[in-house]
């Protein structure tokens, strides 16, 4: 169990934001078939989480810089400062509009490119994932670890976007598409492969600090990364199925 300032900050901001981002979810539930459309509901959803999570993080740490993610963007962050956050206000952005409750809010602490502490909270599920650089992962204050198991013909893969799942099946693994998924929440991918849900996560942008608070929770619950010869992907696994890429 994690208990530090930092940590209880990050965990409080999302927990008030995420007030609102379930009660909109719930609205967004009953405008799917309205003529009205959600786009504008959703627009001003995104705005008001961004507002409450940013209140919070000034009020108790103003001197650290906040910079917000949203998917899809291509812009880089990588400040040379000491330390700020990146705020992603909701990691599943789709889903959430078309009223599917794969999404998740998340907070990262950073020292440069240095990845200090993260928060990621699943609103639907009410699963709070939090780590600190060398003290491990947890949910909802229980430690987590990464899946143990080692037969890649019966584990799940979870892609970062559709558009890679044909050229990795060609190169890795099994042509049996029954263990392979597209389910639209970055954040939530790498929480749910850092407590063993999933047991690996495909991307070609492992790299990006955008993904920061994912990372660190998948890395401080055993998780490593592998990177496949002659290709872009990155494998974030078990250390077990990680032989499996490189063997």
């Given amino acids: 169990m994690l208990k530090s300032s930092n940590i209880h900050i990050m965990s409080n901001a999302l927990l008030k934001a995420s007030k609102v981002l379930r009660r909109d979810f719930n609205e967004l539930e009953m405008l799917q078939n309205s003529k009205i459309g959600t786009e504008n509901f959703v627009d001003s959803s995104l705005r008001t989480i961004k507002e409450l999570i ?3 993080l000034v009020k108790a740490r ?4 906040i910079y917000y993610v949203e998917e899809g963007s291509s812009k880089p962050i990588i400040p040379n400062i000491d330390n700020y956050f990146i705020v992603t206000p909701v990691s599943g952005i789709k889903n959430f509009s078309k009223g599917l409750s794969y999404f998740a809010t998340s907070i990262a602490l950073l020292n440069k490119n240095d990845i200090l ?3 990621i909270y699943d609103p639907i599920k009410d699963e709070m994932f939090v780590s600190e650089k060398g003290k491990g992962a947890f949910i909802n204050n ?7 198991n080692k037969d890649i013909t019966k584990s799940v893969f979870v892609f970062e976007r559709a558009s890679l799942i044909q050229g990795f099946i060609d190169k890795n693994i099994t ?28 991307s070609d942008k492992l790299n990006d600090s955008k993904l920061s608070a ?6 401080e619950s055993g998780g490593i990364k592998v990177n496949l010869n002659g290709s872009k992907y990155g494998v ?6 990680a032989e499996s890429f490189t063997g």
Avoid at 142 to 148: A, F, G, L, N, T
Avoid at 214 to 219: A, K, S, Y
């Fill in 142 to 148: 229980s430690r987590i670890r990464v899946s143990s």
């Fill in 236 to 241: 974030m696994t078990n250390n077990l199925l």
């Fill in 117 to 119: 502490a993260s928060v």
């Fill in 214 to 219: 994912g990372l660190l929770i998948l890395r």
């Fill in 62 to 65: 103003p001197e650290i810089d």
């Fill in 175 to 202: 042509s049996d598409n029954n263990n392979i998924r597209v389910l639209g929440s970055n954040c939530l991918d790498l929480a749910n492969t850092a407590s063993g849900r999933i047991d690996g996560y495909i």
């Fill in 54 to 56: 940013y209140a919070d």
